[in-house]
């Protein structure tokens, strides 16, 4: 009998991956989709609890998924749910479990479906141990795919007629530290691959980026990877930092964000600032208001700090709810005025751009050379290239004339 999966997926890009990853092992083993858990004999959930709010909306997607079919439990819960979850509807699989894919024994999965699949995780777990983060108590310590493993697996996905390439964990620049090679090496040897497509480079710490800038910065001079860079930073303040165990200081941050500038002028940089830290207070707040003024990142991600369990951080007091909403609005405010600054930079210019997904009411959106989405009309294939005139913006992405 054929089974019929219906899937989900919620989190990082890293989570999301390895749960196309799992479901297209599934459908290798004569599995079908489905577009509805109603019509499904399973359904696979890829889950996320980076923060108590994700985590509790993760639990009831599971609950109403169990009241339609059996569930398997992917992603970061399994392994903080202490076993809780299991029953006879609900089964997990811990990211331990998935470390087999890591090590070489699940490497020829074949991406029957691409539409489920992020991007080509390269290794998981970290080499931090940061006193917020319960991603590094859920998934372990490093472990990194051998490249020629990476490499293949690229191969297969442009026989599939994927040009949009992306690598991901939850750290890029920790990757390889564990089978003496690094980030820019994998990139050199990904680039090197005879076709026609784009990479982009996933989350790096930067603690590891530091380490490997130099390289790094060269391995991006290849025109096949975008000039984008997604560099959390967390806090503007020394002392927070050091308070999170981040490992690097302000400073390294600054000069990472500066030599990338430098090197590529028209490039991307996104960071994560975690608000309300326990510790956080005016002078911290204002620490890193000027350093989203000083760097600029075209993209903020903007988190109220959630204590989870089983990290060193959670009983520890935080400021108060109101002072935490406060500085969660002034960063979201500073950082729609850089957004848009940045943008109106590049009205009048004319750009190239890959066609990466349909937009809404008959439009396109491609991607820039350094990943900036440009917004433009008309039903366009995927993957094609074209020309256009930057003409307006919106909140958040370009609005293109096709030349």
């Not at 998924?65 to 811990?94: F, H, R």
Request: hydrophobic share 35%; glycine share 6%; charged share 30%.
């Amino acid at each position: 009998m054929v089974q019929k999966i219906f899937v989900e997926s919620y989190g990082c890009t890293l989570s999301k991956s390895e749960t196309g990853l799992y479901v297209n092992k599934m459908l290798n083993e004569g599995g079908v989709l489905v577009d509805s858990p109603d019509e499904a004999d399973i359904s696979v959930i890829g889950t996320c609890v980076v923060i108590k709010h994700t985590e509790e909306k993760m639990l009831r997607r599971i609950g109403e998924l169990s009241e339609k079919s059996k569930v398997k439990v992917m992603g970061c819960l399994p392994p903080v749910s202490a076993g809780s979850l299991k029953d006879e509807m609900i089964d997990t699989v811990d990211p331990t479990e998935f470390r087999k894919f890591y090590s070489g024994s699940l490497d020829d999965i074949e991406i029957k479906e691409p539409s489920i699949f992020e991007g080509i995780p390269i290794n998981q777990g970290c080499t931090g141990s940061c006193n917020f983060c319960i991603s590094h108590i859920a998934r372990g310590k490093l472990v990194s795919r051998k490249p020629e493993k990476i490499v293949n697996q690229i191969r297969m996905q442009l026989e599939r007629g994927i040009r949009e390439v992306r690598i991901t964990s939850l750290d890029t620049a920790a990757y390889g530290k564990d089978i003496n090679t690094n980030l820019a090496q994998l990139v050199g040897q990904i680039s090197q691959i005879n076709d026609n497509f784009k990479l982009r480079i996933g989350m790096m710490e930067p603690r590891n980026t530091h380490d490997i800038l130099g390289e790094l910065l060269h391995s991006y001079e290849d025109k096949k990877v975008f000039k984008f860079m997604h560099i959390p930073v967390q806090s503007g303040s020394d002392r927070i930092l050091s308070l999170m165990n981040r490992e690097y200081e302000r400073e390294e941050f600054e000069r990472i964000v500066k030599a990338f500038r430098e090197r590529f002028r028209d490039s991307v940089i996104s960071t994560d600032i975690i608000a309300g830290y326990h510790g956080d207070d005016e002078e911290t707040f204002n620490e890193t208001m000027n350093l989203l003024e000083k760097s600029r990142p075209d993209i903020v991600n903007i988190t109220r700090f959630s204590p989870r369990p089983f990290t060193r951080d959670f009983s520890s007091k935080v400021p108060s709810s109101e002072k935490i909403k406060a500085w969660t609005q002034e960063y979201s405010d500073k950082h729609r005025e850089i957004i848009q600054s940045n943008m109106e930079n590049h009205i009048g210019r004319e750009k190239e751009i890959m066609i990466t997904e349909k937009g809404k009411e008959g439009s396109s959106v491609g991607r820039d050379d350094a990943y900036r989405p440009v917004v433009v009309p008309g039903d366009i294939d995927l993957y094609r290239r074209i020309k256009c005139e930057i003409v307006d913006l919106g909140s958040t992405y370009l609005i293109g004339k096709i030349i």
